[in-house]
């Protein structure tokens, strides 16, 4: 069974890890690649915030009784099959849960512009992947 209260707060992690994000995004690109900090601080919130999507996504799995996902992109290929998240939500956190490895497994040859261009242009699959999965829940159990 799903326990809807963890579910709950992790995604109100996510919220508090996309607000920073969006705060970063806010900065203007030349800005945000000046400052390491500003860089770091980017990376580790993105990484924190596909983590915790792919957490929230293995917690319905492992509650369902889904089957189990080859890799981190896999795990929403699982929430798609099982009519929790739409098609093109599936591919574009598949696409975040890869990029997500290249921060963690090859962080120091991440191009930084490509850090900055998620941030201004993926940000809105967090609050979808948080809608969808608040939505279709309970309608899993």
Do not use: W
Not at 78 to 94: A, C, H, S, W
């Amino acid at each position: 069974m799903i326990d809807k209260f963890s579910i709950d707060r992790m995604l109100e992690n996510l919220k508090i890890y996309v607000v920073q994000l969006e705060r970063l995004s806010s900065l203007g690109q030349e800005e945000f690649l000046s400052d390491p900090d500003k860089l770091g601080s980017a990376k580790y919130y993105l990484i924190v915030s596909i983590e915790s999507c792919v957490d929230i996504a293995n917690h319905i799995i492992s509650a369902e009784r889904y089957r189990r996902p080859s890799d981190f992109a896999d795990t929403f290929a699982v929430l798609y099959e099982n009519g929790l998240i739409d098609k093109e939500l599936e591919e574009r956190l598949q696409n975040m849960a890869r990029f997500r490895n290249l921060l963690v497994h090859v962080y120091g040859k991440v191009d930084d512009k490509r850090v900055y261009g998620f941030l201004k242009t993926n940000l809105s699959d967090f609050d979808a992947f948080a809608r969808q999965i608040s939505q279709n829940i309970g309608n899993s159990t």
